[in-house]
Each structure stands twice: as structure tokens, then as C-alpha cells.
């Protein structure tokens, strides 16, 4: 007899396709929802230490090149900017930023990255994605949720998705994203509990609409959950 997939029992197709079918009809069913119930702009603020990939991380969910993005031993990036753009009928606003954790940081410097930040958000609700590298944590990168919180009051952490970039590394290396959260050191175990456990990885060097997709989803429940 055929099942709804079109063909008999498991033959002929494997069984993770249909788990990916699966998925991705609940992303498409979830965004259809969505559509019709979320019409709030969103902001996206792109944070993190130099050179972990958040313009790159900007464009891919912009689906465009619009932030200036190259390898670099130098900050990139070195003021706020913002582009807008529909996300399967969201309306976000991405604010990438320069690297507000340096520790060297000129306090007056700083001062001016956080106040154009916030002023580029202009309107609630904002979510901070805080971009780290899959492939590597430093030590500037240990007590930076207590530099977010500096920043932007304590509540922040409620608000905050980790993005880790370099997906294409874990994917070479054959390890998954829950594998490499299980077995990752203590110092970033515990920036991850203080996010709730929120996590996405983007492989910004293969930009698919896919990973936004996960990423929005992710957006959406962590909004709609504190509105409620
Ligand atoms: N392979 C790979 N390279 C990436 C990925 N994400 C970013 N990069 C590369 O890493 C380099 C730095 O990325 P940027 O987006 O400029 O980093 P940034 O955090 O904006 O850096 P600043 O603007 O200096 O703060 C670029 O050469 C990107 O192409 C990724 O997921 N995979
Ligand atoms: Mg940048």
C-alpha cells in the first residue's frame, strides 16, 4: 500500500529523507503560520569578537552581500550598520557591528558601538545572535555574557541565540552540532546554559536559505514565548 511519501513502506527511499521531508514541512508550515500572526519587525544584532564570521553570518541571512566581509588580521567591520530585508514574510532588521569585547577597547569607542547599536534597533523586539566559531573559543570569549549584559542590560542573555559560524569545519570533520556541544569545554558549556541551550550553526562559506530558515524559527518561538 502507499504511504504518504508516494512509494511502499521504506523501499526505494531512505528513511532520512522522509525525516528531512518531515522537517522541512514543518518549517514551511511553521512559517505559514507565522506569516499570518507575526507581523512585528525583528531585530537581528549581530555580536562577537572580530573575525567570527558576523558579517558573513549578516549576509547569509540577508541572503545578499551587503556587509563588507574578508579574511583580515585586522577588525573589519568598524562601525553599526543595518540592512532590512522579509524573511519568509518576517520583516527583520540585521545590525552587524564591530567587535564591542575587546578588552583594549577605547571606553569612549565603545560607548559610541553600543549607543548607535541600540538606536539602529529603534523598536522592541531585538534579539542578539552572538557569533562565535565552531572550531575554536578564546579566552576573550570566556566572561563575554557578562560583557553583553554591560552592554545591554542583564535581561539580555533571555534574548540571545548563539550562532556559531564555520558549520563547513564540523561538517568536514564529520561531527554534529549536538556533538560538538556535548563535548565542548567547560567555559563554553556554560555561555551556552546561560542562553537556555540556544544554538544554530551556519556554514556561511555554503549561504543556503535553509540554515536562515532554522535560524527564524529559533527567532520566532524565543519571541513569541517571551511575549507570552
Ligand atoms: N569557511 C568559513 N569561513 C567563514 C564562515 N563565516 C565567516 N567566514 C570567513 O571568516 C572571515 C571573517 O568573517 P567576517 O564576517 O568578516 O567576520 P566579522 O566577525 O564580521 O569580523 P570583524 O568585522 O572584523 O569584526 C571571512 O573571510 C569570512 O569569509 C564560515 O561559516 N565558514
Ligand atoms: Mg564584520
Request: proline share 4%; aromatic share 8%.
Amino acid at each position: 500500500m502507499n504511504n504518504h511519501f508516494g512509494n511502499s513502506g521504506n523501499e526505494g527511499k531512505p528513511i532520512w529523507k522522509e525525516y528531512l521531508f518531515l522537517f522541512h514541512c514543518h518549517l514551511f508550515l511553521f512559517f505559514i503560520d507565522t506569516e499570518n500572526h507575526f507581523d512585528t519587525k525583528v531585530n537581528l544584532v549581530l555580536l562577537g569578537m572580530t573575525g567570527t564570521g558576523k558579517s558573513a553570518s549578516g549576509n547569509t541571512i540577508l541572503g545578499k552581500k551587503f556587509f563588507k566581509c574578508k579574511p583580515s588580521t585586522k577588525p573589519v567591520t568598524t562601525e553599526c550598520q543595518r540592512a532590512e530585508s522579509k524573511i519568509n514574510g518576517i520583516h527583520v532588521r540585521v545590525i552587524d557591528n564591530p567587535d564591542i569585547f575587546d578588552d583594549d577597547i577605547n571606553p569612549r569607542v565603545w560607548d559610541t558601538h553600543v549607543k548607535k547599536c541600540k538606536q539602529l534597533c529603534e523598536s522592541e523586539p531585538c534579539v542578539y545572535l552572538l557569533v562565535m566559531q565552531a572550531s575554536r573559543f578564546t579566552d576573550g570569549e570566556r566572561n563575554i555574557i557578562e560583557k553583553l549584559e554591560k552592554a545591554f542590560a542583564s535581561k539580555v542573555r533571555k534574548q540571545t541565540i548563539i550562532l556559531f559560524t564555520r558549520g563547513d569545519d564540523l561538517h568536514c570533520a564529520n561531527i554534529k552540532l549536538e556533538d560538538f556541544l556535548h563535548s565542548c569545554q567547560p567555559g563554553l558549556k556554560e555561555i551556552i546554559q546561560k542562553c537556555d541551550n540556544r544554538c544554530v550553526v551556519f556554514e556561511n562559506s555554503r549561504p543556503t536559505s535553509h540554515q536562515v530558515a532554522i535560524l527564524m524559527e529559533k527567532v520566532i518561538r524565543m519571541i513569541q514565548e517571551q511575549q507570552q
